[in-house]
């Protein structure tokens, strides 16, 4: 069992560099998709060089969430129980703010359990210049937003190399941090994962669906929430001997 240590576990060398060639190259032509959606929607400004919900735009991004070196320290946080990708994201954040500079956490109520991991796969790496994400360590038990005396005194940050990534609870506050000088770069990927029954971020399963589930696997059929979605009408509803919709061991 990997041991999360006031909530947050870094693993280095995780992707090669290869993948994160692969990574980085998709990622700018998903910037380039969700740039003209941002703008034609008048939310560019708060958006700038952030992708959203990038899975079934090219095979890469499927293959990164699905990679097991990857999900591995995933499963662990869940205690080897069902868990699907909530959504994944990224940036590269060039010296920009934006929300995200704000503290937050990712989840947005305050539970006992774990049921929300957060993921950064540092494609470009984090130094303490170039901006890296600040935590709050061990404050997944604090429902309260820490005061920013509070958040400055108790935050950490990780300097990491490219292919590492970072796992954190959701309940974690953090927030993003800002080049203390000009970058060229500074990419990231930010999967999030939950358990089944918490509504994920967007229909990834329909998306799937609609690509023919059939040339998917059973890992990102389960990633993506095929298992555990809604049915969307009577026919599906009452269709349970053809594929029930919401299955049993969501919830083991």
């Not at 509070?150 to 990780?158: L, P, Q």
């Not at 190399?161 to 506050?173: A, E």
Request: neutral net charge; glycine residues 6%; proline residues 5%.
């Amino acid at each position: 069992m990997i041991k999360f240590e006031n909530g947050i576990f870094v693993q280095e060398s995780v992707f090669a560099p290869e993948t994160l060639e692969a990574i980085k190259k998709a990622f700018f032509r998903a910037l380039q998709k969700c740039s003209e959606l941002q703008h034609k929607h008048a939310v560019h400004a708060q958006m700038e060089n952030t992708i959203h919900h990038v899975l079934f735009f090219e095979k890469i991004f499927q293959d990164v969430v699905t990679f097991s070196d990857f999900l591995e320290p995933v499963e662990s946080f869940f205690s080897n129980s069902k868990f699907v990708l909530n959504s994944i994201g990224g940036n590269n954040n060039v010296g920009q703010k934006n929300y995200a500079n704000n503290i937050h956490r990712d989840v947005r109520f305050w539970s006992n359990e774990p049921l929300m991991l957060n993921t950064i796969i540092n494609v470009s790496g984090y130094t303490k210049f170039n901006g890296p994400t600040e935590f709050m360590p061990g404050s997944q038990h604090q429902n309260s937003p820490p005061s920013l005396e509070d958040f400055e005194i108790k935050k950490k940050y990780f300097e990491c190399p490219p292919g590492s990534v970072i796992y954190f609870d959701s309940r974690i506050w953090h927030r993003a941090g800002v080049p203390k000088k000009s970058v060229d770069e500074r990419i990231i990927l930010t999967p999030i994962f939950s358990r089944p029954f918490i509504k994920q971020g967007f229909s990834y399963s329909r998306t799937l669906e609609k690509l023919g589930s059939e040339n998917f696997s059973d890992t990102l059929k389960q990633l993506s929430g095929y298992y555990s979605e809604t049915p969307l009408n009577h026919d599906e509803w009452y269709g349970y001997n053809i594929r029930r919709f919401y299955q049993k061991d969501q919830d083991t």
